[in-house]
């Protein structure tokens, strides 16, 4: 299937800005339910779960209905959840709701990226740039959400959200229609998968998975904690908005030059320049506390965060055949959401338990131990340098 690679980077900025208007600022309006930030990690926790739990699953569907219908499935599932947002009033309503938008998310996300990485062999420089359009909307999401909450209130963001999803399933309908593949199975992809796993060495393996759920851990607890530490610091929900855009404006900056990095340099040499921009901006948030400060910081280590994210989902392309590309993709899946599941509950407990420069050194030592893993795995993951398709 040919296919302009735009559309489909529109399609997941998009898709970025209406989960976005909601996700980076709600730790902040949830402050008014409850003052405990383990309860709150509660919410964001919730998303991952049903990632987790899910993943496999997504990535078979995916494959054997084809990318197209499955994506479309996902968006549509977010426009009636983003709706309810309108009716939660307890922390358990607001868990339960992103409960069923991780699922959406997650048939979203899956499918597209197995459709990029098959129509492009630069598999870094396709994942960036879907990076880059994730992060667009990252910046416009936040800074938009964050002002309509503060003039209107959250309901006003979470019917933005649901509009933001209407539009994008309108675009996802303009997609080439892809075939299914019904040859694909559960023990079809089971099968491809052992071989993976007998044909690459367990070095290489265990950087890959260690890597993959450390992003995911780095990337969520980072997130719970930013917005409450600003709030903390005496900043209002604007504020942590802008925060956020201003990281999403980085992001999109230099995730680009980092994609190309990582196919002509290989996995590992990119993994150890996104691992380290995520442990220098932790290490340094301890000591700088002006909005500035907050902001750029935040944006080296998403930054960072997205240069792992794309270089372990692009390791995985590497290693699957088309046919089972998705499926290939939902085990990332697995391990990164994993990751990420973990991260808000035990950023929670870390900050209401010890605070926040605790927290952030606890993330540090976590992002250094697996620098040093890598480190000590120098036949890592280099042998994915100049992957084709």
Known sequence: MKQDPRAIYFLKGLYSFG?????????????TLTSSAAQIGMVPAAYQLSRTLGALFFGQASDRMGHKRTLMAGIGLAIPLALLLLNAKTIGDYALIFFGIGISSGLFYISLDALATTLHAKKGQTLAGLEGAYHAGFLAGPFLGGFLAHQFGMPAVFVLCALMMLFTLALAGTLPQDKKKQAVSIGSAFLEMKLVLQQTPKSRMLAFASSTFVDGFGETS?????????VSLGFNIVSVGTI???????????????????????RRSSLLVSLGLMLSACLLLVWFHSFLALALLAGVYALGRSAGYMNTRAFTADLASHSHRASALSVHELLFTAGRTIGPLAAGLMLDSAGAAFAFQAIALVIGANILLLWLLPEGMEANKKAGA
């Open 222 to 230: 980072f997130w719970l904690l930013i917005p409450l530490y600003a």
């Open 244 to 266: 956020t855009a201003v990281a999403a404006a980085v992001t999109v900056l230099g995730v680009g030059h980092l994609g190309a990095l990582s196919d002509r340099l290989g």
């Open 19 to 31: 989960y976005n208007s909601i996700a980076p600022i709600l730790p902040v309006f949830l402050t």
